[in-house]
């Protein structure tokens, strides 16, 4: 990798910038130990997903690598790495930090985009299916109530969640 | 005080300043001032004939107050006061400034200006020196006798070293036998001798030949007539002043008479009782009456009083042929009277079982490296053989974990220093006596920093031992086989592993010995934020306490090796044999003084003191005064700083010198600009404006300085006085709040500041005229720059509207 080049096209207030969100301030304390990673259960089954990785690479600026690719988006939420981390860095908000980044920016997975639209359309991320309703009172629970997706949609909309919008190259 | 005769000798430096400064209105204008008798310009006075025509006046009777200009007088005015006092007048009645430093060379692009600051300069130092008091010269006498804690490496090489030099020494330590931590280490680096032989605690008295190290069984320890050991034994109170402390000791019973005992081990033998060894690492059991090894010290056995059956059981008493076992022996309480204490009380390992991944204490096949230490030690309890704790089976697979509990902001966020090449070492040793063992090291980073340090990790490199750069998340066991997996990734590689391993090794960070804070209450001194004692200073002192009289070396002050342990104690040992050396402690009484009449006893000066110089003393059943100790008080202020009803002052800057000075410096301007009061601490504020001097840095001349022995003393009414003396604005500089010469003066002083100016706000005075500067010495440029930005900012609010003053 041609070191001196790609740190130059990076972006370097890339660490500033996830350092300034919320859940990212602990990015830089990193020294690249290794806990989270071997701490991961997704790393351990898949070479697409290393938390180590993505902070190391977000501290060198590599900013459109971290939020175009798709690992920001395997991690579990188990918080494993964080509880173990001997640095305090908060790796699983990281992750959260990053996707809001890629978010605002466009990048979107198609599963995402899905849970935002459903949002928006009633109030849930999850599209209850007429089966699920019909199962509910033979496993006990209350019938479904409506979410007041009015209100929420207001929220939306102030806060621009509704505006934001998928990159066309990105899918 | 108006009988002042004030002398005034005005250096000029060959003649050099005289190329900015008038030196002729100088003696004009310094004629003029009330009380001024003699007034002389020479090239120089701090020698030679100039000094001379001081002594002459003073021996003459002419003056009784001397004020001198001359260059460099931090240097100068050692010479002068030594003088002064040699011709028979009190020597703090002189006041030195620096026309050069302060105002010539700052100024000289502006000549006039500087003249004018000059004349300022000079009758400040003079109103000063009119009100200026004599101060006595107190002796206290000193023990020549000294305490050190803790009988590991630090503490018996001090002891020796200060009975060497004839002083009675008294050493304690808390366990049955000396030796330490460093006893149980098995071998040392960076010679792979033996742990036991290199606490080599020799007497260079008590030694004919001079051999490079003596074993601690054969050192004749116990022969040095002067030093005294006390083994079993805790430090429980502290009293008394630097050079007279009273020492409380507890003696726990041993229940074995030292001077009978002839370790013939029969008491071992029939002894019913037996339980884990935990000086072996649990690797054997010992009996209740036991010694760790066979060649400690005192060699002398002792009974375990928390398993001992005593009389319902006795038997070591019948079998004893000297009659050494004393089952009712009890605990003694003893006081010793000493000059000095030395702490070496050390470090231990950090408990691993904290971290529940790494199932320390969980799986017996997770050690320590104290541990396994203790399996490499040929007097150990697997006799050198390395095995696994669970079957007794050689260990063939060895994963060694880094970093356990250090660098962990969970546990301990600093690096421990030493773990790195302990590991190195035990890999080695391992490596060479049994070569076909398998040894992993997973780490963060090698840091082996010390000389011949590196030769290890090239050698383990060498030697076939793997490094894994990762740390690892978890030790997991097979539940079939019973091996440990530990899960880690190569972070070099970019993979996961699971090495399979039949013991792993934690190396877990060093952390300040059980019983350190509570040694640091009773001794009155603070601890830094890792729990480890705080050294005076790091570069220059750092075997002293902020308390006159009591020094720390080895472990207590952070994790050491050996080598580096015997410094710090043979480093310490000098300075309390220095302290100890005339009997005596000499101070002059440039201390606070409180007006007991105003004394409030709010308590809040004996709190702020870092010296625990004040006390409250009752004077009646309900009344209370503080009152002050000339021994301990350092004369920084910070009780005059603190106190709410004016009733502490420093006898040597007393508020009266304050605001004579203050009203001199301010008593003209000359410049055109806006006049700027910036009252440097005596330290590295005030040495901060010598070095923009030397460095020949321009400021204006408005800035005009004050010197107070800490910015600690500074009370808010103070920069009042200073806006209402004319200052149109006010500098408090300081030294840097972590680098204080005071502890705490300049942090004070950074809040006064800040509490004045919500004041100003309140009498309409801009805030921004007030401001607080922390530099050292070498940022002159950081305090010509300050001046510069201040004096601009006061050009942009424009004069100071003061009610009530016109």
Not at chain 1, 11 to 31: A, D, H, K, M, W
Not at chain 2, 39 to 62: T, Y
Not at chain 2, 622 to 636: I, K, N, P, Y
Not at chain 2, 664 to 672: F, K, R, Y
């Amino acid at each position: 990798m041609g070191f001196g080049k790609d740190v130059k096209s990076a972006s370097l207030t890339f660490p500033n910038v996830v350092r300034s969100r919320l859940g990212g301030e602990t990015i830089s304390l990193c020294y690249q130990c290794g806990t989270c990673a071997s701490s991961c259960p997704v790393a351990k089954i898949t070479a697409s997903f290393n938390p180590r990785e993505l902070i190391k690479l977000s501290l060198l600026g590599e900013r459109d690598e971290v939020i175009s690719g798709d690992a920001i988006w395997l991690c579990c939420s188990c918080y494993n790495c964080q509880e173990r981390c001997p640095q305090k860095v908060e790796i699983a908000d990281i992750m959260y930090a990053l996707r809001n980044i890629a978010f605002k920016e466009g990048y979107i997975p198609d599963i995402y985009s899905e849970f935002a639209s459903a949002l928006l359309d009633d109030g849930r991320i999850v599209r209850v299916s007429r089966f699920m309703e019909k199962r509910r009172p033979s496993l006990g629970l209350p019938p479904l109530q409506p979410t007041g997706v009015d209100d929420l949609r207001k929220i939306l909309s102030a806060t621009g969640f509704d505006k934001l919008q998928k990159k066309e190259e990105t899918s | 005080m108006n009988d002042g005769k004030v002398g005034v000798f005005l250096s000029d430096c060959g003649n050099v300043l005289s190329e900015v400064l008038d030196f002729n209105a100088l003696v004009k204008y310094v004629k003029e001032v009330s009380g001024v008798v003699l007034v002389e310009r020479s090239s120089e006075f701090w020698r030679g004939e100039g000094l001379q025509a001081i002594i002459d006046s003073i021996e003459g009777g002419k003056i009784n107050r001397v004020v001198v200009a001359e260059g460099l007088p931090k240097l100068s005015e050692v010479n002068i006061v030594q003088a002064v006092e040699e011709a028979g007048l009190n020597p703090y009645l002189v006041e030195v400034i620096d026309l050069k430093d302060h105002c010539a060379w700052p100024h000289r692009e502006a000549p006039s200006e500087a003249t004018e600051k000059a004349k300022v300069m000079l009758l400040a130092a003079i109103e000063r020196a009119k009100l200026l008091e004599p101060i006595e010269k107190l002796e206290f006498p000193a023990l020549k006798s000294a305490l050190v804690i803790g009988g590991g490496i630090a503490g018996m090489q001090a002891a020796v070293d200060l009975a060497d030099l004839g002083f009675e020494v008294n050493l304690v330590e808390k366990a049955p036998f000396l030796g330490g931590l460093a006893a149980r280490a098995g071998r040392f680096f960076p010679t792979d001798d033996c742990a036991i032989c290199i606490q080599s605690p020799a007497s260079d008295v008590k030694t004919i030949t001079h051999t490079s190290r003596k074993c601690v069984y054969r050192s004749g320890l116990s022969e040095i007539r002067n030093l005294n050991i006390l083994t079993n034994s805790t430090v429980t109170g502290v009293e008394g002043v630097p050079g007279n402390y009273k020492v409380t000791i507890e003696k726990k019973p041993r229940y074995v008479d030292e001077l009978k005992c002839v370790r013939c081990d029969l008491c071992a033998g029939v002894c019913p009782v037996e339980v884990p060894d935990e000086y072996n690492a649990k690797l054997r059991t010992r009996k209740a009456v036991y010694m760790n090894i066979p060649n400690v010290h005192p060699p002398v056995y002792v009974i375990d009083e928390s398993v001992c059956k005593f009389q319902d059981c006795a038997k070591c008493v019948d079998v004893c042929p000297t009659g050494a076992i004393e089952l009712e022996q009890k605990s003694e309480q003893t006081t010793l009277s000493v000059g000095s204490i030395i702490v070496a009380t050390g470090f231990q390992e950090f408990d691993s079982s904290i971290i529940k991944e790494y199932h320390y204490g969980d799986y017996p096949d997770v050690i320590t490296n104290l541990e396994l230490a203790r399996m490499i030690d040929g007097f150990g309890p697997t006799g050198g053989a390395i095995v696994r704790p669970s079957d007794r089976k050689p260990a063939k697979k060895i994963v060694m974990i880094q970093c356990v509990g250090s660098r962990d902001r969970r546990y301990n966020p600093y690096c421990s220093s030493i773990c790195c090449m302990v590991s190195l070492k035990h890999a080695t040793l391992i490596k060479s006596n049994y070569p076909g063992t398998d040894i992993t090291i997973c780490y963060i980073d090698i840091r082996t920093t010390g000389r011949e340090h590196e030769d290890y990790y090239e050698r383990a490199r060498e030697m076939g031992i793997k490094f894994v750069k990762g740390r690892p998340t978890e030790i997991l066991r097979d539940s079939g086989t019973n091996r440990l997996i530990v899960d880690v990734e190569d972070t070099l590689l970019r993979r996961f592993l699971e090495l399979d391993a039949d013991m792993v090794v934690l190396a877990p960070a060093m952390v300040p010995a059980d019983g350190t804070r509570e040694l640091a209450e009773i001794l009155g001194l603070e601890l830094d934020e890792d729990g480890f004692f705080k050294e005076y200073n790091a570069k220059l002192r750092p075997t002293e306490t902020k308390l006159r009289g009591i020094y720390i070396c080895g472990g207590v002050t952070f994790p050491k090796d050996a080598p580096t342990t015997s410094l710090h104690a043979h480093s310490a040992a000098i300075k309390s044999a220095k302290f100890l050396t005339t009997g005596k402690i000499v101070k002059d009484q440039r201390t606070a003084i409180v007006n007991e009449e105003y004394c409030g006893d709010c308590e809040f000066c004996s709190v702020t003191c870092p010296y625990g110089a004040v006390s409250l003393v009752q004077t009646s059943e309900e009344h209370f005064v503080a009152r002050v100790s000339d021994l301990l008080c350092e004369g920084c202020g910070v009780c005059v700083g603190t106190c709410p009803l004016n009733a502490i002052e420093l006898r040597h800057s007393r508020p009266n010198q304050m605001l004579a000075q203050m009203g001199a410096l301010m008593s003209a301007n000359g410049t055109g600009k806006p006049l700027i009061l910036a009252i440097c601490c005596s330290e590295c504020g005030h040495t901060a404006v010598d070095s923009a001097g030397m460095a020949m840095l321009q400021y204006p001349a408005n800035v005009r300085v004050m010197k107070v022995p800490c910015a600690g003393i500074l009370q808010v009414h103070q920069f009042l006085e200073a806006f209402k003396a004319g200052a149109q604005g006010v500098m408090v500089v300081g030294c840097k709040s972590d680098g204080c010469h005071y502890e705490v003066g300049s942090e004070n002083a950074g809040k006064k500041v800040e509490l004045a100016k919500l004041l100003l706000k309140e009498y309409g005075i801009e805030p921004e005229r007030l401001g607080m500067f922390n530099m050292v010495f070498i940022e002159g440029d950081r305090f010509a720059d300050a001046a510069r930005t201040m004096t601009e900012r006061l050009k942009g609010l424009g004069p100071l509207k003061l009610a009530g003053v016109s």
